[in-house]
């Protein structure tokens, strides 16, 4: 099946800090891709989705300015966490549509001291 | 107010045995409900996708029902064995807004 590469896999980093998560789509193009952050033993929650050439569409409550997101090329997208503060540590993962099923990578677990 | 639920947060049952999962959803009328398996720290891998216009599906040991009366999908994991332990999330697409959202997921152990 279709690979997508989730980078870093793990962050640590300080409040106050912004933090860029890569997700790249290895052996096919993906105009969407759809962000999700899932804290411990709770589901996956849609946060954005990104559009090749185009704004990203946020879900309701999240904030634009603090999750940035660019899709650069038709194999890229980022997610960047702006200012990041103790409530953001989260389990980040991207996915990219395919045909009748979503491709995720293997996620970003991201703690913020 | 829209929403899917996965009834059952945590499902034991003794390997061998059948393992059935439950996914409902309200306010919603998908084109079709997707299952996947989530291991600890890793993103989800697709299992199986049942459309609305199919009752059954089946992969293997896998079998999924869906009633758009019932608003209501099944999943079972027939002759069960402890490497089918993972939580199991059911995914429905939101046609209007050309994405999927997921259920809560139900963490699945099969105790030898």
């Known amino acids: 099946g279709a690979v997508v590469s989730q980078h870093p896999s793990r962050v640590i980093c300080k409040s106050g800090t912004s933090v860029k998560i890569e997700c790249r789509s290895l052996d096919f193009q993906a105009t969407t891709m759809f962000w999700y952050r899932q804290f411990p033993k709770q589901s996956l929650m849609l946060m954005a989705t990104s559009n090749e050439g185009s704004k990203a569409t946020y879900e309701q409550g999240v904030e634009k300015d603090k999750f940035l997101i660019n899709h650069a090329s038709l194999t890229l997208s980022t997610l960047t966490v702006t200012s990041a503060h103790p409530e953001d540590s989260s389990f980040y993962i991207c996915s990219a549509p395919g045909a009748g099923e979503l491709f995720f990578g293997e996620g970003s677990r991201l703690t913020v001291l | 107010s829209q929403k899917i639920e996965q009834n059952s947060e945590a499902l034991n049952i003794q390997e061998g045995k059948t393992a059935t999962l439950t996914c409902n959803y309200t306010n919603y009328s998908p084109a079709y409900l997707q299952w996947y398996r989530q291991d600890p720290g890793r993103g989800p891998v697709f299992l199986l996708l049942?459309?609305?216009?199919?009752k059954e599906k089946r992969k293997e040991r896998l079998k999924v029902t869906f009633d758009t009366t019932l608003k209501q999908s099944l999943f079972h994991i027939t002759a069960s064995q402890p490497a089918d332990s993972a939580t199991y999330l059911c995914a429905l697409e939101v046609s209007s807004a050309s994405k999927i959202i997921f259920g809560s997921g139900t963490r699945l152990s099969i105790r030898p």
């Open positions: 049942i459309r609305e216009n199919e």
